[in-house]
């Protein structure tokens, strides 16, 4: 059939049945991007397909990773560079319109991850199929990177499964699982990942037909009545969460799916004028920039096997509980130890919670809370490769357990030379104490180092990997290696008081606490700090964090950084407030949520308030890189979005600096010093090139 056609992307071939099976296995590269070359020789296959017509079409992928992971963001930036986007969004419009306009049943074969221009070639086919596993996610993220779907998402998707479902899946740019594709009508039939070729095949013999009332639900929804009537109550719902200022896409997707008639052709056409548009914007810029910054986090280890089977975690408390829970949820054994069993279980009870919200069968919760287990007399040490300390913020009860971590733990050989490829890592999650301080606990402390994860764990991306100047280099390979086999982003950071993202997040918290002690009133500061960008004000965040922790966390970073502990948080914690988990800190919190003070409308704010909350981050950050704390600029940004939310259409704290220029940010941190006080004097490593 395809005689004279070579593919180096594609491997097609037609079977007994007369179904071609087509597979996506992008040469030289671990996953399937839709890169040009491969949208080219796809067009080519097509052609040759309407042409012979076949019994039908299934499209898969041959990478183990998954169906595809969406467009090729490198050459995307690259046609932003020279000016060619548009082109490059109508070349894969008029693909995918190749695809959908065959008149043959075609069928999209999903595994693993599916997201973005993958997500979109899988609409362009007549029927999907999923594998039913924990790695099928179906998406359509691109709103996350500044833009929104250009190669036909925005115009299929909700004739499919209705407007309202497919306006929240595109506007937040969350992934289904296979289970909730199904329920949705995203996919028309669920597989075994093993049978998911064959299952395909048989959609083409027997092709499944959707419901009366769903082709009338997805027809009624995009009537044009009912888009006019719906925009509006859909944008007003997306302006309650993010600004249209600052993240543009979300709302020109709305106004793009508004004006959208009943033409293909025409929503194409309005599609692509606006990636076209957004694509150009600040806020893609850096939202793309933050997503390479990711993929260099991530890739951190290189090609290094972490060895890692058995975590055991000292320290059931939230962290402790929590890291456990994680590390169980991704497919690690753990022994969870604490003094007694009444600390434990509270934890195993979280845990159970976690599986069943992300895991949903009960096989799956199952096995998940059966690779979890009570290890009251710390036998698990001796069999684990990572012991993770995660008891209360006490430098000498935290050497104490590190100590007999590592007298239990496998290390050395006969001859007690270090073995770094095959010992036993012991890591600290302290979230402020220097690791030169905790080293001396040590016989060996090659193989130890900090893992400082952030609550909640199952929600933040980061883990600090905390080094010091006797860390092995390939145990923190190795850490690093695991850290993303978790499903979290490693980032390497010098073990100095608070590392990185503690250090630069606390005068920013200390500030709003100073300002609260003045009388601005909390809900005008949090409006303050979420009007530049940030995704929560500080007097939440501090209630969110608990002020227990963020009081231990200022006493042990105060001194250094030269900070005083404002009046206003000891109080509370000695009154037992210590905020959200309490239901009572700054805030009174109800069902997990803070009640909020009404302020009245004639309070004025005082203008240099969201200076004076923002600055100290800023200039905390050029502290850290002058130091050294990270290895460079990019990363320190990336860090700090990753672990503090920081605005990150603003692309991190240096990325600002850079936009703003660091003239005109010093002079600023010069005048509120004036007005303010030594605090906010410039520190040193404004004049670095990097910030210029």
């Given at each position: 059939m395809f005689e004279g056609l070579r593919f180096s992307h594609w491997q097609a071939a037609r079977d007994g049945n007369g179904i071609v099976v087509l597979a996506l296995d992008r040469a030289g590269s671990s996953v399937n991007a839709l890169s040009r070359e491969v949208l080219e020789e796809l067009d080519a296959i097509l052609e040759r397909v309407a042409i012979e017509r076949p019994v039908g079409l299934v499209i898969h992928s041959a990478k183990p990773s998954g169906f595809t992971v969406g467009a090729d963001l490198k050459e995307f930036v690259e046609y932003g560079r020279a000016g060619t986007v548009r082109e490059a969004i109508e070349r894969g419009q008029r693909v995918f319109e190749r695809l959908a306009?065959?008149?043959?049943?075609?069928?999209?074969?999903?595994?693993?991850?599916?997201?973005?221009?993958?997500?979109?070639?899988?609409?362009?086919?007549?029927?999907?199929?999923?594998?039913?596993?924990?790695?099928?996610?179906?998406?359509?993220?691109?709103?996350?990177?500044?833009?929104?779907?250009?190669?036909?998402?925005?115009?299929?998707?909700?004739?499919?499964?209705?407007?309202?479902?497919?306006?929240?899946?595109?506007?937040?740019?969350?992934?289904?699982?296979?289970?909730?594709a199904l329920v949705d009508g995203l996919v028309d039939r669920l597989?075994?990942?093993?049978?998911?070729?064959?299952?395909?095949?048989?959609?083409?013999?027997?092709?499944?037909?959707?419901?009366?009332?769903?082709?009338?639900?997805?027809?009624?929804?995009?009537?044009?009545?009912?888009?006019?009537?719906?925009?509006?109550?859909?944008?007003?719902?997306?302006?309650?969460?993010?600004?249209?200022?600052?993240?543009?896409?979300?709302?020109a997707l709305i106004d793009v799916w508004r004006r959208g008639g009943s033409d293909i052709a025409q929503r194409l056409k309005l599609e692509a004028r606006s990636v076209v548009k957004l694509a150009a914007t600040p806020t893609a810029h850096n939202l793309i920039r933050i997503f390479f910054l990711r993929e260099r986090l991530r890739g951190l280890a290189?090609?290094?096997?972490?060895?890692?089977?058995?975590?055991?975690?000292?320290?059931?408390?939230?962290?402790?509980?929590?890291?456990?829970?994680?590390s169980a949820l991704r497919g690690f054994e753990v022994t969870l130890q604490d003094r007694e069993m009444k600390f434990v279980q509270p934890a195993l009870d979280r845990a159970r919670e976690l599986f069943e919200k992300k895991l949903k069968t009960p096989e799956r919760v199952a096995a998940a809370s059966a690779r979890l287990r009570a290890d009251i007399e710390g036998n698990g040490v001796s069999q684990a490769q990572l012991a993770i300390e995660a008891i209360y913020e006490n430098p000498e009860a935290k050497k104490r357990v590190l100590s007999e971590i590592e007298g239990k733990?496998?290390?050395?050989?006969?001859?007690?030379?270090?073995?770094?490829?095959?010992?036993?890592?012991?890591?600290?999650?302290?979230?402020?104490?220097?690791?030169?301080?905790?080293?001396?606990?040590?016989?060996?402390?090659?193989?130890?180092?900090?893992?400082?994860?952030?609550?909640?764990?199952?929600?933040?991306?980061?883990?600090?990997?905390?080094?010091?100047?006797?860390?092995?280099?390939?145990?923190?390979?190795?850490?690093?290696?695991?850290?993303?086999?978790?499903?979290?982003?490693?980032?390497?950071?010098?073990?100095?008081?608070?590392?990185?993202?503690?250090?630069?997040?606390?005068?920013?918290?200390?500030?709003?606490?100073?300002?609260?002690?003045?009388?601005?009133?909390?809900?005008?500061?949090?409006?303050?700090?979420?009007?530049?960008?940030?995704?929560?004000?500080?007097?939440?965040?501090?209630?969110?964090?608990?002020?227990?922790?963020a009081l231990s966390v200022s006493r042990e970073l105060g001194p250094f950084l030269g900070l005083d502990l404002p009046p206003g948080i000891a109080d509370k914690v000695d009154a037992g407030s210590r905020g959200k988990k309490d239901g009572r800190g700054f805030y009174v919190w109800k069902d997990g949520r803070p009640q909020k003070p009404h302020v009245d409308a004639g309070y004025r704010a005082p203008d240099d308030l969201e200076d004076r909350l923002i600055l100290p981050m800023l200039n905390e950050a050029v502290s850290c890189l002058h130091e050294g704390v990270v290895d460079d600029a990019d990363l320190l940004d990336a860090g700090v979005i990753f672990g503090t939310g920081f605005a990150p259409f603003r692309g991190g704290p240096i990325q600002y600096i850079r936009t703003t220029g660091a003239d005109v940010i010093r002079s600023k941190l010069e005048t509120l010093a004036q007005r303010h006080g030594e605090r906010f004097m410039p520190k040193p490593g404004w004049d670095d090139p990097a910030l210029r």
């Open positions: 306009c065959l008149s043959i049943p075609t069928v999209a074969a999903i595994h693993g991850a599916c997201m973005g221009g993958g997500t979109e070639l899988a609409l362009a086919c007549r029927m999907r199929i999923a594998a039913r596993a924990p790695e099928t996610r179906i998406g359509l993220p691109e709103v996350q990177l500044g833009i929104h779907p250009g190669w036909g998402g925005s115009a299929r998707l909700p004739r499919l499964i209705g407007a309202p479902k497919a306006l929240a899946m595109m506007l937040t740019g969350r992934a289904a699982s296979a289970e909730r597989a075994a990942p093993d049978a998911l070729l064959e299952e395909a095949k048989q959609l083409v013999a027997y092709p499944v037909h959707r419901s009366t009332g769903q082709r009338a639900l997805a027809w009624l929804t995009n009537t044009w009545p009912a888009r006019q009537i719906l925009a509006p109550i859909v944008r007003r719902q997306t302006a309650a969460r993010v600004s249209p200022q600052h993240y543009p896409a979300p709302f290189g090609d290094t096997a972490h060895g890692i089977r058995h975590v055991h975690v000292v320290g059931a408390g939230v962290m402790g509980g929590d890291i456990a829970a994680w733990s496998k290390s050395m050989a006969m001859d007690d030379r270090f073995h770094a490829q095959g010992s036993a890592l012991i890591a600290t999650n302290t979230s402020s104490i220097p690791l030169d301080e905790l080293r001396v606990a040590f016989s060996h402390p090659q193989r130890f180092l900090g893992l400082h994860f952030f609550n909640p764990v199952a929600q933040m991306p980061l883990v600090e990997v905390v080094r010091h100047d006797r860390l092995d280099p390939v145990i923190e390979k190795r850490a690093l290696a695991w850290v993303r086999a978790i499903g979290k982003i490693p980032l390497p950071v010098r073990g100095t008081p608070g590392f990185l993202v503690n250090r630069i997040l606390m005068p920013y918290l200390l500030e709003a606490v100073r300002c609260h002690v003045e009388g601005v009133p909390d809900p005008v500061i949090d409006r303050a700090s979420k009007r530049f960008g940030m995704p929560m004000g500080p007097i939440e965040l501090a209630d969110t964090v608990g002020l227990d922790v």
